[in-house]
């Protein structure tokens, strides 16, 4: 099955600056990569998202890359302000079962 | 995006006993999924809840264990049967949206079993 690896799982970051997190697959099979924003007791919230067809998405702030080669993809959010702190999680999936396998998360602290 | 609801929020139960989580979508959807979130982890996918057939559950989940409903295209039920206090987590449905790939999330169930 897929397995779907993150890094890193904490980050911090000054109010302004960027930040990356990346992730990587297994399957090659997968075709479809979301990232979710989790706050503290709150549900995962799909953020951005990127299919296999694409090699990069941008949303205002917040751009995805994928290299399909490598098998990694990746989340860029610029400009942060504090109220991008949150735990994110990227996701693969694959083919018509439409499962997700999730990343171990990346905790995001960002300084004011 | 789908909106999607869940009851109950939280409930503590004594171990042994049954918990039937209620999901249900504001829309018709083919896929609804039940997952796990232990605290502080990620998230894991229990099963695959298919309208009109039995549940797709994934390695290490039974159905003896987490029965699951799916009567209509809206709703669906988990019921944590036999619990014990490592079942003590957050479950959370989610349903595709109208792209078919993306997965919408229910606010979650907060499970402790004492």
């Known amino acids: 099955g897929e397995n779907v690896e993150q890094h890193p799982s904490t980050l911090s970051v000054q109010e302004g600056d960027s930040a990356v997190i990346k992730c990587t697959y297994s399957?090659?099979?997968?075709?479809?990569f979301p990232w979710y924003k989790q706050e503290l007791g709150k549900r995962p919230q799909l953020i951005i998202d990127?299919?296999?067809?694409?090699g990069e998405k941008k949303d205002q702030r917040i751009a995805v890359t994928l290299n399909k080669t490598a098998k990694h993809f990746s989340l860029h959010i610029t400009e942060t302000q504090p109220e991008d702190s949150a735990v994110y999680f990227c996701?693969?999936?694959?083919?018509?079962?439409?499962?997700?396998?999730f990343g171990s998360g990346t905790q995001l602290t960002v300084l004011p | 995006s789908a909106v999607i609801s869940q009851k109950p929020s939280r409930d503590i139960c004594q171990r042994g006993t049954s918990l039937t989580i209620q999901c249900q979508v504001d829309?018709?959807?083919?896929?609804m999924f039940w997952y796990r979130q232990q605290p502080g982890q990620s998230l894991t996918l229990i099963a695959t809840?298919?309208?009109?057939?039995?549940?797709?559950?994934e390695s290490g989940f039974v159905i003896d264990k987490f029965p699951i409903s799916r009567p209509n295209l809206t709703f669906s039920t988990l019921t944590v049967s036999n619990m014990s206090p490592e079942d003590s987590s957050i479950y959370l449905c989610?349903?595709?949206?109208?792209?078919?790939?993306?997965?919408?999330f229910g606010p979650g169930t907060r499970l402790t079993v004492t």
């Open positions: 989610s349903a595709e949206g109208s792209g078919g790939a993306e997965q919408y």
């Open positions: 399957d090659s099979a997968s075709n479809y």
């Open positions: 990127i299919r296999s067809n694409v």
């Open positions: 996701a693969a999936t694959s083919g018509s079962a439409r499962q997700l396998t």
């Open positions: 829309s018709q959807v083919t896929m």
């Open positions: 809840a298919n309208q009109g057939s039995e549940a797709t559950y």
